[in-house]
């Protein structure tokens, strides 16, 4: 979470610190919602159905089920789209290219050519 860098429009460092994050249950850790609280980021990430099952096996004790907009989960299929079809491209989806300069040229390529 600490390499989360968000790119501005313009000239200037890249901030560190998103609107908002969307992530799967890969995301849903304890220690990842609390690093994301403590530092005032929303988030939309799913909770894993073993933590559903200890936080009601534990009651009242288990707290309330983090806040879930199933709206703005939604979106986070376009990216997930988005990256299906770029590693549709197989030198992308293995990583042939040795330096980052040409993947990151290839990625670009690959995505004009989609949206051509």
Not at 46 to 67: K, L, T, Y
Request: proline share 7%; hydrophobic share 30%.
């Amino acid at each position: 979470m600490e390499a989360i860098r968000v790119p501005r429009p313009g000239p200037g460092r890249p901030r560190v610190r998103p609107d908002h994050v969307i992530g799967d249950k890969g995301y849903s850790s304890k220690a990842i919602r609390t690093w994301l609280r403590r530092r005032n980021i929303r988030h939309t990430i799913p909770e894993r159905s073993d933590q559903v099952r200890n936080r009601i096996r534990r009651g009242s004790q288990g707290g309330r089920p983090p806040a879930f907009d199933k709206q703005v989960y939604k979106r986070r299929n376009v990216v997930e789209r988005c990256f299906n079809r770029l590693k549709q491209w197989r030198g992308i989806a293995t990583r042939y290219d040795k330096t980052a300069e040409s993947y990151q040229a290839a990625v670009t390529l690959a995505s004009l050519l989609m949206w051509a």
